[in-house]
């Protein structure tokens, strides 16, 4: 069989899911809207950042939430050198895992930062709000030093 | 020699169009918590979780076991996804009651649940692929010519389907959980409702809904005195292919297999009069006789005289779908569990108002796919 009889067609499978996000994941995106991150206190009193509908150890159903900064400290990475169209930043950058002040548990999310040798554990970085916020996790566009 | 399980413990959700008040843990969890406190068990009781949901597709949320282990509390404990289509509620129950007549666990939670309003299952079930015939149908769709081909062949009059779409609903109106409680439910009212897909009107057709089902499952010896447990007499499941030549779609050789196979391992010669009532999986009105005739509870071409003397009704004969069945509540992954654990609340006598007096053993059933997947159990009152 040539090419020629080969038949071709464009394939696009998309559904429209939609979410109720619920008591706590809710609290947290709502918060966001306010510029706020919210997480939760565990039945360990570590508090948890996105914050956990359920106790991760005991199970148990989580109800208090803490505000906590939207400065921390990078505690691991990744750099990125060629993002894709998807990515929150469209230049070379840093997936990072960071413990916003307050919290016991990584938060992640991407670091704006020039250059790859910038980036170093321990760092100090800062939320960069999307304005107005929309109560989505794209309100933080990303973390850079400070 | 296999152990002895039962049934303990059942929760389940206010089955409804849009739960929006909770997350798909959140629903899963409520369901689970009422199981355990029906069970009069804690978390820690539970050796195991078995869950059990239609495809991932549903909500797109792909292996959503992992997502619930928090909520089902299984952290560091053994957890297992069943998918069988339609009829994973039912074969869930199975392989959880399996994990138990193994002697493996004491314990185990079997949770289900779908979350319809987060997504459209009708487009999940109709994907449009290229050169492919675009059927766009859903599930009414593709299961209206088996209906169909069933009135035709017997001859059965147009109002078959109708009395089932009400005997179902007014059942429901016993029941707190069901979806679609209309009190004014008639035969006129289903007639006049809009014609989706002849011969089945849109009062003839099931809900869709967010809701959760959970059961929990015990072992002989872990039975507790204050619990009324429903014992499992037998378990079957049986499949076949969607489509090969020679497939009867109308009476599925895989359905009656899997009937005969459950009542020969329950030690049941005569089903219908030795059985008291059946939950069966009945998502369109005109399954109830289908499925009466594939589970050999009437003879075949028989099953809608069953239906027209009223003989499934909740005063009748041999009761079907007394809790209002799919037909009035269809959280997809959740329904045949629902099934399975109705049958069970029969034998424990806890179905509330609409308790068949004096049920002693009961029949759950499930299918799914394009009707080749089935699952079947018997549970009793007494040890088997």
């Not at chain 2, 029906?38 to 820690?44: I, V």
């Not at chain 2, 088996?146 to 009400?166: C, D, L, Q, S, T």
């Not at chain 2, 599925?252 to 010669?269: L, R």
Request: net charge negative.
């Amino acid at each position: 069989m040539s090419d020629k009889e080969i038949l071709k067609a464009d394939f696009e499978l998309g559904f429209t899911y939609t979410r109720s996000t619920g008591p706590v994941i809710g609290h947290f995106l709502t918060e966001l809207q306010k510029c706020k991150i919210y997480g939760i206190k565990g039945s360990d009193g570590k508090v948890i950042v996105p914050p956990a509908e359920y106790d991760p150890v005991t199970g148990e159903t989580l109800k208090e939430f803490i505000e906590v900064s939207d400065i921390g400290k990078v505690k691991t990475w990744v750099w990125v050198n060629q993002p894709l169209e998807k990515h929150p930043i469209q230049a070379p950058f840093a997936w990072a895992l960071i413990q916003l002040e307050g919290a016991d548990t990584n938060f992640l999310h991407a670091v704006k930062v020039k250059k790859e040798k910038i980036m170093k554990n321990n760092m100090k970085v800062k939320a960069s709000w999307a304005l107005p916020p929309k109560g989505n996790i794209t309100d933080i566009k990303y973390f850079e030093p400070i | 020699m296999s152990e002895l399980a039962a049934v303990v413990g059942m929760g389940q959700t206010k089955h409804s169009s849009k739960n929006g008040e909770v997350s798909i843990a959140g629903l899963v969890r409520e369901s689970a918590e009422k199981a355990l406190l029906d069970a009069e068990l804690e978390w820690e009781d539970i050796d195991a979780v078995i869950l059990g949901k239609a495809p991932d597709m549903f909500e797109g949320v792909m292996m959503p076991e992992l997502y619930l282990t928090d909520a089902l509390v299984a952290n560091n404990k053994p957890i297992l996804r069943v998918h069988t289509a339609g009829s994973v509620g039912g074969s869930t129950g199975i392989v959880a009651a399996s994990y138990i007549q193994s002697g493996m666990f004491e314990r185990v939670l079997v949770s289900t649940f779908e979350k319809q309003s987060e997504s459209n299952a009708m487009w999940a079930l109709s994907t449009t692929v290229p050169y492919a015939p675009l059927i766009n149908a859903g599930a009414g769709g593709y299961f209206t010519p088996y209906m169909r081909e069933y009135k035709r062949r017997f001859n059965v009059p147009e109002h078959i389907g109708r009395i089932v779409a009400v005997k179902d609903r007014l059942n429901a109106l016993k029941n707190p959980y069901a979806h679609l409680h209309i009190p004014d439910i008639n035969l006129e009212m289903v007639e006049k409702s809009p014609m989706l897909w002849d011969p089945l009107t849109f009062l003839e057709s099931c809900p869709s809904s967010d809701g959760a089902c959970s059961l929990v499952i015990s072992s002989e010896r872990s039975v507790t005195d204050n619990q009324l447990p429903a014992w499992i007499h037998s378990t079957s499941m049986r499949s076949e292919p969607t489509m090969y030549a020679g497939r009867d779609a109308v009476n599925p050789q895989a359905g009656s297999e899997c009937a005969k196979d459950v009542y020969k391992k329950a030690g049941i010669k005569d089903p219908i009069k030795e059985i008291d009532c059946a939950e069966i999986y009945v998502p369109f009105s005109w399954y109830e006789p289908m499925w009466l005739e594939n589970l050999l509870l009437a003879d075949i071409g028989q099953g809608w005289l069953m239906t027209e003397k009223g003989h499934t009704s909740l005063e009748g004969k041999f009761p079907v779908n007394m809790s209002g069945g799919v037909l009035s509540s269809n959280p997809i992954g959740a329904s045949g569990l629902l099934r399975f654990g109705e049958a069970a609340q029969q034998v424990r006598n806890k179905a509330g108002e609409y308790q068949v007096q004096g049920a002693k053993l009961a029949l759950g059933h499930a299918f799914g796919g394009g009707a080749q997947f089935f699952a079947m159990w018997i549970v009793g009152a007494n040890k088997p």
